[in-house]
């Protein structure tokens, strides 16, 4: 790789699209894929950003690949992305979903001023969905004995955080028959969820130092991780928050029915944020004092 090639990470996954002036990194979740973002970066590349969606490490692969990476190695694959993106754009936005959203802010607590804004999708604190394990809840406790790793290992299950019927299908089929590389991992392990809970715990103590103007979008319904989470980012981070709570939606809010709203949303957020850089304000939209 020579120093203006872009790391998108291991295997063919990551994927650029988009060939506009202002840049949008977006991380996808734990034991997820670059595919889970491909709708919303359709969308914004149409909205005139270029995007950049890479793997992170261990994903894309099975079970042992993952549980050989832990959450330096999934936030220096973001972070090798985003050293490339900003080196070639001077402008730059950063979001994910789920435990991508998690990376963003860790990734704007490491590089203060660097980037515009925050796109936090269906941001993963604590699994408290309706749709887990009463058991999940305490995962924390659980970790802090011996061997209480391997009592919270998840398997994933019908809806798969999708409303959408349809797409519920394909998505089932596709982690059934093990294409890992499209639809993530049917189990999440023990060993993995340990790790996203020192990312957390990392991530929480910064919060507060964090002053990146964010959009931060949560379903009312998402069945893996409450409204709680959303509300949590809404009163810890340093900076101006925008929250809205989608309906009609479970968790992966990036593909789901509301996948149109997320691109409008963050689409008009991005563009608000530009304006501002170049000294043009305007009104911000009624929809984004939707602090429901």
Not at 122 to 130: A, H, K, N, P, V
Request: charge should be positive; include cysteine; aromatic fraction near 8%.
């Amino acid at each position: 790789m020579n120093e203006h090639e872009i790391d998108m990470g291991e295997g063919s996954a990551g994927f650029v699209l988009g060939s506009g002036e202002v840049a949008v990194l977006l991380i996808h979740g734990l034991t997820g894929t670059p595919t889970e973002l491909r709708r919303v970066a359709i969308g914004l590349a149409k909205a005139g950003c270029t995007v950049y969606v890479p793997t992170l490490a261990g994903h894309c692969g099975d079970n042992a690949n993952l549980q050989a990476t832990g959450w330096r190695d999934w936030y220096e694959s973001a972070r090798n992305t985003f050293i490339g993106v900003r080196r070639k754009h001077e402008h730059v936005f950063v979001g994910g979903l789920s435990m991508g959203a998690v990376l963003s802010m860790y990734l704007a607590a490491e590089h203060p001023g660097q980037i515009e804004g925050l796109l936090l999708y269906s941001t993963t604190l604590r699994y408290d969905g309706w749709n887990m394990p009463k058991v999940a809840v305490l995962t924390p406790l659980l970790m802090a004995i011996p061997f209480g790793v391997h009592l919270c290992r998840f398997n994933e299950k019908s809806p798969f955080g999708i409303k959408d019927e349809r797409l519920r299908a394909i998505v089932e089929r596709q982690m059934k028959a093990g294409e890992s590389s499209n639809a993530g991992l049917l189990t999440m392990s023990g060993v993995s969820v340990r790790e996203l809970h020192r990312l957390v715990a990392a991530v929480k103590k910064r919060m507060p130092q964090i002053t990146t103007q964010t959009l931060v979008l949560h379903s009312r319904e998402d069945d893996i991780t409450s409204r709680w989470n959303a509300d949590y980012v809404e009163r810890k981070l340093g900076g101006p928050v925008v929250k809205v709570l989608l309906d009609d939606c479970y968790h992966m809010i990036t593909v789901d029915l509301q996948y149109r709203r997320v691109v409008e949303l963050s689409a008009d957020f991005i563009r608000q944020r530009f304006i501002q850089q170049r000294r043009a304000p305007k009104p911000m939209r009624q929809d984004y004092r939707q602090l429901a």
